[in-house]
């Protein structure tokens, strides 16, 4: 149980196009979703965290213009990279939880985002 | 602004040696999760410890939640190199939002 998809698991775009990138819990309903960045053989970052049905709260530096999140669905987080740049280039890894009283959460395994 | 120091940051050991990684803050957590993380892959859970002063066991692996709730440790006994990769703490915070805040993290090599 408490399986994580993302899709997809790699991708290449142009510098200024836009990116989508798609987060699911299969086996269960996720209350909450994270999204992180991670660069070269360092830790994760929080970007932000997203509760079904509302917005997004972005943490202190992120431009929530830029990466734009949607929790349409309590099995489905989208992140979207929008005009893409080289500096965006990074490992994004998604993580769902089952509810507020719950302490787990379960990531997927993430997707290589490449802007060239 | 809420942070996780681990260490040692990086770790090389030979199969058999027994570890500790420490990870420490100033800030107190609901609860304090720990992750191994292979390359180019999500985090793993390893184990979650909510109570102030809790040890769990994972077969090799023994985990300690600080009694403040403020810090953690990860003893690995008789490393084995399937021990190898990224370990990783993670505080759950309550401030505002139930959010998670990643430690620093700790890279381990286990030679044969």
């Known amino acids: 149980g408490a399986v994580v998809s993302q899709h997809p698991s790699w991708v290449i775009c142009k510098s200024g196009t836009s990116v989508k990138i798609e987060c699911r819990s299969l086996?269960?309903?996720?209350?909450?979703m994270f999204w992180y960045r991670q660069f070269p053989k360092q830790s994760l970052m929080l970007m932000a965290t997203s509760n079904e049905g509302s917005k997004a709260t972005y943490e202190q530096g992120v431009e929530k213009d830029k990466f734009l999140i949607n929790h349409a669905s309590l099995t489905l987080s989208t992140l979207t990279v929008t005009s893409a740049h080289p500096e965006d280039s990074s490992f994004y890894i998604c993580s769902a939880r089952a509810g507020f009283n719950i302490y787990e959460q379960y990531f997927g395994p993430g997707t290589r985002l490449t802007v060239t | 602004t809420q942070l996780l120091e681990q260490s040692p940051q990086f770790l090389s050991i030979q199969e058999g040696e027994n570890l500790t990684v420490y990870c420490n803050s100033s800030?107190?957590?609901?609860?304090l999760q720990w992750y191994r993380q292979e390359p180019g892959e999500g985090p793993v859970l390893l184990v979650t410890v909510v109570t102030g002063g809790e040890v769990k066991k994972l077969k090799r692996l023994t985990f300690q939640f600080g009694d403040a709730r403020k810090d953690s440790s990860l003893h690995i006994t008789a490393a084995q190199p399937g021990d190898t990769g990224l370990y990783l703490c993670a505080g759950e915070t309550q401030t505002g939002t139930y959010k998670y805040i990643f430690g620093t993290g700790t890279r381990l090599k286990v030679l044969a």
């Open positions: 800030s107190v957590f609901s609860s």
């Open positions: 086996d269960f309903q996720a209350t909450t």
